[in-house]
């Protein structure tokens, strides 16, 4: 069941995010009706699950890794993380990290800068996950200011 996912957030009929799915959960995804995911979490770490696309794969899921620095967001990673949602905007979508951190802001800034959400809106979305730390409000205000 997707609901047991660590942090799991239904934002719309096409998205919804969460933590690192195991390999039970990553099944759900498939059997959900997911046509991709979008993986923020880094490589390798000790959260990760190594066959996580092959999983996927069996159920036909498009998977992208967009491996992102929790001490250290870039703006590329943003660019690119909008880019993958512009392309695939008709699509069913989920979208992990390791706990759903990265995610609830690269989601919020999207919405933001894309779908002209609320600041205060977007900020109570990201607070329902977890309080961003200075890395995390400084990258915030940075991606913003970018797309003034």
Same mark, same amino acid.
């Given at each position: 069941?997707?609901?047991?996912?660590?942090?799991?957030?239904?934002?719309?009929?096409?998205?919804?995010?969460?933590?690192?799915?195991?390999?039970?959960?990553?099944?759900?995804?498939?059997?959900?009706?997911?046509?991709?995911?979008?993986?923020?979490?880094?490589?390798?770490?000790?959260?990760?699950?190594?066959?996580?696309?092959?999983? /996927?794969?069996?159920?036909?899921?498009?998977?992208?890794?967009?491996?992102?620095?929790?001490?250290?967001?870039?703006?590329?990673?943003?660019?690119?993380?909008?880019?993958?949602?512009?392309?695939?905007?008709?699509?069913?979508?989920?979208?992990?990290?390791?706990?759903?951190?990265?995610?609830?802001?690269?989601?919020?800034?999207?919405?933001?800068?894309?779908?002209?959400? /609320?600041?205060?809106?977007?900020?109570?979305?990201?607070?329902?996950?977890?309080?961003?730390?200075?890395?995390?409000?400084?990258?915030?205000?940075?991606?913003?200011?970018?797309?003034?």
């Amino acid at each position: 069941m997707i609901e047991s996912i660590y942090n799991y957030n239904k934002i719309s009929s096409l998205w919804a995010t969460g933590g690192q799915p195991d390999e039970d959960e990553l099944h759900a995804i498939g059997q959900a009706g997911f046509e991709v995911v979008i993986n923020l979490g880094l490589d390798k770490a000790e959260y990760s699950i190594p066959e996580e696309k092959n999983i /996927l794969a069996l159920y036909g899921i498009k998977y992208y890794h967009l491996p992102v620095s929790f001490q250290a967001p870039q703006i590329k990673h943003y660019q690119e993380f909008s880019k993958i949602l512009h392309s695939i905007a008709d699509k069913k979508v989920f979208i992990h990290c390791a706990a759903n951190k990265r995610v609830s802001v690269f989601i919020a800034l999207y919405q933001m800068i894309e779908m002209k959400l /609320l600041f205060q809106e977007a900020q109570k979305k990201i607070q329902s996950i977890w309080q961003p730390n200075d890395v995390w409000d400084n990258f915030i205000s940075f991606v913003l200011a970018l797309k003034k």
